[in-house]
């Protein structure tokens, strides 16, 4: 990996306005904005807890090191500079408006089209647009270095102007190039929900890139359902269970025969037979055409709480 030096924050950077939103792995995650003359930018910054021993110290700099070596595509989460040379260390992430893909989500449901810019409007088309760029995110990790993302979902994506993606959450991937995911301490591997995860990591066994794909197929339905858990009749634990008697979810409204074939494609119980990233990108570029661009409309407002009780997701985890 390349010197960290080459990413220290340097003295014509200020730092204005960060507010604390959540606590990650290594401290508080903050947002704010990176202020160089004649442009400020928004950030995110991760800081490394102020007590932290020298092995999570050495962890988190090499967490840095990562970012600075493997995310250097279009579609992942850039990193703009850092600061290792004395305390606090933190490094700085380009932030995204409107955000948490998630939440954007989220937020088109129950609303008024006629009130709408045209930044808000979202068709099965927008799906498609999303759905290429967080391929290509996910293709460029494995082909540029073999690299599998390992938590594929809906909010470890950042959406920006535009509809244009960035993948973020690349926790395992990092653990996966330190050689720390048979830790016994490793805590980001469980807390990939049930509801989006492949048969075999169900099982325990390796993850691979079709694993992704698995959950790439979640995310398209996602998507399409703007932000609903996935398996809405099944409870997480009986998930498995009905994996094994070859269990679809069914094609959501609003979804197009071509994309709800690609999602069962993502789904096949045998990792062996479902698509490549590669091949995913190619079937959406091909079927965009045949997508709808009037407004996906889902009339019902999400609740965070009942959405965490049917997903099986921790609300610390949102």
């Known amino acids: 990996m390349s010197s960290v030096c080459t990413w220290e924050i340097q003295g014509e950077f200020t730092l204005d306005g ?21 442009t400020p930018t928004a950030v995110v910054v991760k800081t490394l807890e102020a007590c932290s021993n020298p092995s999570v110290t050495n962890e988190f700099v090499d967490w840095i090191l990562f970012h600075g070596v493997v995310c250097k595509h279009q579609n992942l989460v850039r990193m703009l500079c850092c600061q290792t040379q004395r305390r606090p260390m933190y490094f700085v992430l ?3 408006c409107p955000g948490n893909l998630l939440n954007y989500l989220w937020s088109l449901r ?38 599998v993302h390992g938590y594929v979902a809906a909010r470890n994506i950042l959406i920006g102007p535009g509809l244009s993606v960035k993948v973020s959450g690349l926790g395992m991937a990092f653990e996966a190039r330190q050689g720390l995911t048979g830790k016994p301490t490793n805590k980001r591997t469980a807390e990939v929900p049930l509801k989006w ?16 794909v698995f959950s790439f197929g979640i995310l398209l339905y996602e998507l399409i359902t703007l932000g609903s858990p ?15 008697k070859c269990y679809m979810m069914k094609r959501p409204n609003n979804c197009g025969g071509p994309l709800y074939d690609l999602m069962k494609y993502c789904w096949m119980w045998n990792f062996k037979d479902r698509p490549a990233f590669s091949v995913t990108i190619k079937l ?5 055409y045949l997508a709808a661009t009037q407004d996906i409309c889902i009339p019902e407002v ?5 959405y965490c009780r049917r997903a099986g997701v921790h609300t610390r985890n949102m």
């Open 302 to 306: 999400m609740n965070i709480w009942d």
């Open 230 to 244: 996935p398996y809405p009749d099944l409870e997480p634990q009986c998930v498995f269970s009905q994996l094994q």
């Open 94 to 96: 380009e932030a995204c």
């Open 18 to 38: 960060l507010e604390l939103f959540h606590t990650g792995h290594y401290g508080p995650v903050s947002q704010g904005t990176l202020r160089r003359e004649p």
């Open 197 to 212: 995860q492949a048969p075999e990591r169900m099982m325990k066994q390796p993850t691979t890139d079709r694993s992704d």
């Open 110 to 147: 129950n609303r008024d089209s006629k009130s709408l810019d045209q930044h808000q409007h979202f068709s099965e088309r927008s799906v498609y647009s999303v759905a290429k760029q967080v391929a290509a995110g996910l293709d460029y990790l494995l082909s540029e270095h073999r690299l």
């Open 284 to 288: 959406l570029e091909s079927n965009t």
